[in-house]
């Protein structure tokens, strides 16, 4: 017999559960939608900013690789840490360093600039990424939290959205302004229009500000460790996202790349390529909790991930944009969609004492294949090899969907029977208390 819980949890439809969302989940959607804004706008332009400084594509695997070195050598002790301090603060500490660290890139071409800047951006972002999921997730209730993620989502790449036209516009305006003739370096023109998008990210910052303040969960990092009763669940999750992630870190920050190579585009157009992309993966972000009530959270990951295969596989292919535009479109919306589900599934199968601590381990494990890999991508780019990284990923993507579903198609129901099982003991207790 269902509990009064399980039947209120059934009959809230989508929109009631968007109603539970209390202040700090308000806060947390505005929060990501800023930064995402912010985001939309420079990863359309910032690594043609750099090509047209004079970097080469291998440079820019480098480059960027960086970052996620330095957050694979600090995440899991940041998982750690983060638990003897306030998440609230370590994540706003995080958000500033951040900025400082990108305003830095915007402003300098240096190369030992650059990598410095890369550095503190990758050791910021690894304490900012473990510290949040774990915050959020404590401010959220169970009944909310797939939907919380989902609509977060959802609303965030609607903001990326209109920073990619954003992000795709201004150059155009701004090369105008300054008299720059077409085929002439744009630079300046792309220097300002990252500088712009440094407004959002400061309004972020604010924001953190007013949000809950947490108390540390654990004061000892050695108790901290003991506290970890799940790391067969971790270390299984963990390698499927190193999975997708080697195969990701290959392809996912050279889009622009390989349209601009293989597809001669100026900004302007590539920017609504990004922006028809991040509409229908905004829809694929909304639509994605509602799937997941219906036939499960490792039914969803699986399904629409393997759904994205052929796509990858149609940017390998594609003879002309078309159909180049339409691979990357259902690729990345059938690949990212499950995202907050799978993260939410991820948070739900550990303890309170445990989630820090845990997603540091997956942050290591991802950021280190992704720098790995992103070197390798900047290295076939640099070869002139634009299209190959597609085939190779598909196989990389395929494993990491197999061993997803062949470690967890039967945990999702083993954690709803324990939660039905703790909710009538909690409704027994209950019932013998008001006896009493």
């Excluded at 480059?63 to 603060?89: C, E, N, P, Q, Y």
């Excluded at 971790?234 to 920050?253: C, D, N, P």
């Excluded at 739900?348 to 992704?370: M, N, Q, W």
């Excluded at 990923?393 to 099982?421: A, C, D, H, P, W």
């Amino acid at each position: 017999m269902e509990t009064p819980e399980l039947q209120s949890e059934e009959n809230l439809g989508y929109i009631g559960k968007l109603r539970l969302f209390k202040r700090d989940a308000k806060l947390y959607i505005a929060i990501w939608s800023l930064g995402s804004f912010s985001f939309g706008i420079s990863g359309v332009i910032f690594n043609l900013y750099l090509t047209d400084a004079g970097f080469s594509e291998d440079f820019i695997g480098f480059f960027l690789s960086i970052s996620m070195f330095a957050t694979a050598g600090i995440a899991f002790i940041a998982g750690l840490l983060t638990d003897k301090a306030s998440r609230k603060k370590i994540i706003l500490v995080a958000n500033v360093v951040v900025f400082a660290a990108i305003f830095v890139q915007y402003t300098t071409l240096n190369p030992l600039g650059l990598i410095l800047s890369q550095i503190f951006l990758g050791l910021s972002s690894a304490f900012r990424e473990v510290a949040w999921s774990p915050y959020i997730t404590d401010l959220s209730s169970e009944r909310e939290r797939a939907h919380l993620f989902g609509f977060a989502g959802g609303i965030s790449l609607l903001a990326v959205l209109a920073g990619n036209l954003l992000g795709g516009f201004l150059p155009q305006l701004f090369a105008e302004m300054l008299g720059i003739p077409e085929g002439r370096s744009f630079v300046i023109p792309y220097q300002y229009t990252l500088w712009i998008s440094l407004i959002p990210s400061a309004l972020a910052i604010l924001l953190v500000t007013q949000m809950t303040t947490d108390t540390p969960t654990c004061t000892n990092v050695r108790r901290a460790l003991k506290n970890i009763k799940s790391w067969g669940f971790i270390g299984k999750y963990a390698s499927t996202i190193t999975a997708v992630g080697l195969g990701a870190g290959m392809i996912v920050m050279f889009f622009n790349l390989y349209f601009t190579h293989e597809f001669p585009l100026d900004s302007g157009l590539l920017g609504i390529i990004f922006a028809i992309n991040t509409i229908l993966l905004s829809a694929g972000n909304f639509l994605a909790p509602a799937l997941a009530d219906r036939i499960g959270k490792v039914r969803t990951v699986v399904v629409t991930e393997m759904l994205s295969i052929p796509f990858l596989v149609m940017l390998w292919w594609a003879p002309i944009l078309q159909f180049a535009v339409l691979g990357y479109v259902m690729r990345t919306v059938l690949m990212n969609m499950s995202g907050p589900v799978s993260n939410a599934f991820f948070m739900e199968g550990l303890t309170k004492e445990e989630r820090a601590t845990a997603v540091g381990v997956v942050r290591t494990g991802d950021s280190l294949v992704r720098a790995i890999a992103a070197n390798i991508g900047g290295w076939l780019l640099a070869l002139g090899l634009y299209r190959l990284p597609y085939l190779l990923v598909s196989g990389l993507y395929l494993l990491g969907i197999f061993l997803f579903y062949g470690f967890f198609r039967k945990t999702e129901n083993e954690m709803e029977l324990i939660k039905q099982v703790e909710l009538v003991a909690a409704s027994e207790d209950e019932k013998l208390f008001d006896a009493t």
